[in-house]
């Protein structure tokens, strides 16, 4: 019996090694070209399944480059249908380190939770929580958390700074990492 614990641990460890998250085909972790994630993020035009007015081609992502040789990508794209700002990262050694979506309307939060768990399987965490808005109401708080042997994490939070609107998160250790340092002051 012992024997079969160790061989089934060692299996589960082995799976959740294997398990990638990835948004529209950009594997997070894995390298990427800024043509890669324009075209896979493109809201309308010739590799969306959206025509494109004119001026709508201005909101398709655009990627340019930052410091230490890393590419951030920014614009408009879709999650399951539904409109979505991205900042996609790209670090220096050409890798997706990051991918965060915002103003996601928040009455898509159900159909994208269920379709993230088709896609990922069960969160590793679900939290409850109360937020507040400016007038005193009150609303139940839905975070979900997936995260693989490698520590990459996927983050859908409900409720991202209103009421009306989700974020979901994409990223690597050295991201979460980057994004807790300190900053310098003064640096506006």
């Known amino acids: 019996m012992r024997a079969k614990t160790y061989l089934m641990s060692g299996a589960l460890l082995l799976c959740g090694a294997a398990h990638s998250f990835d948004f529209k085909g950009l594997v997070l972790g894995d390298l990427a070209t800024t043509d890669a994630v324009e075209s896979a993020l493109a809201y309308c035009g010739p590799t969306s399944d959206r025509k494109c007015e004119p001026y709508q081609l ?15 990508c920014n614009g408009i794209t879709t999650v399951a249908g539904n409109a979505a700002r991205v900042n996609l990262v790209i670090n220096g050694e ?9 103003d996601i309307s928040s009455r898509a939060f159900g159909d994208i939770s269920e379709q993230l768990k ?7 965490t679900q939290k ?39 974020s979901l998160y994409f990223g690597i250790p050295q991201d979460r990492q980057q994004i807790a340092r300190p900053r310098k002051k003064g640096d506006l």
């Open 58 to 72: 201005r909101m398709n992502v655009k990627c340019g480059a930052g410091e230490n040789n890393w590419q951030i």
């Open 94 to 102: 050409g890798v997706i380190q990051r991918i965060a979506l915002s």
């Open 118 to 124: 088709t896609k990922f399987g069960k969160p590793r």
């Open 128 to 166: 409850q929580s109360a937020v507040q808005n400016g007038f005193g109401a009150v609303f139940e708080q839905t975070e979900l958390v997936w995260s693989n042997a490698k520590r990459h994490r996927v983050e859908f939070i409900e409720y991202d700074g209103s009421i009306d609107n989700s």
